[in-house]
């Protein structure tokens, strides 16, 4: 039972998602406490493997009030961890095809640390977005036909 702080709901309209994997991040101890009253932002957020190591760019996590000198910056970069095989599998299908990897949700799990959901996405055509209202709209005209005949 994960306690969901932020999604990225751009990614979700934006980029089909093809395969989501979990991870952890690197963050500093008033970065999880700003966490935790939620003042994370993942709109703009996408990740990129740079020398070996999968870092997260864009993500705005607020300055905490309390900490004084101990913040950091809000947009700075952040080490995301995976296991090697996982990061060379990532990096082998980031590669072949015109792929992106986008945050989709942080959150705290079971054990208090902080995750992020990593997806990799391909990013969806304005046809494909136009095709998604359709069908939204469709499921909802047929659920409201079944509603009214019960």
Known sequence: MSKIIASN??????????ESLECGIELKGSEVKSIRQARV?????????DEG????YNTHISPYAEASYMNVEPTRKRR???H???????????????LTL???KVYFNDRGYVKLE??????KKLYDKRDD??????DIAVRRALHRKR
């Open 9 to 18: 709901h751009k990614g979700y309209r934006d980029y089909s998602v093809i």
């Open 102 to 104: 986008i945050p989709l």
């Open 118 to 123: 990593l997806a990799l996405c391909k990013g």
């Open 133 to 138: 209202v359709k069908r939204r709209e469709a």
């Open 53 to 56: 190591e999968l870092f997260l």
């Open 84 to 98: 090697k095989k996982q990061l060379e599998k990532l990096a082998g299908k980031l590669s072949q095809k015109s």
């Open 80 to 82: 995301l961890l995976l």
């Open 41 to 49: 932002n993942l709109n703009d957020s996408f990740a990129r493997i």
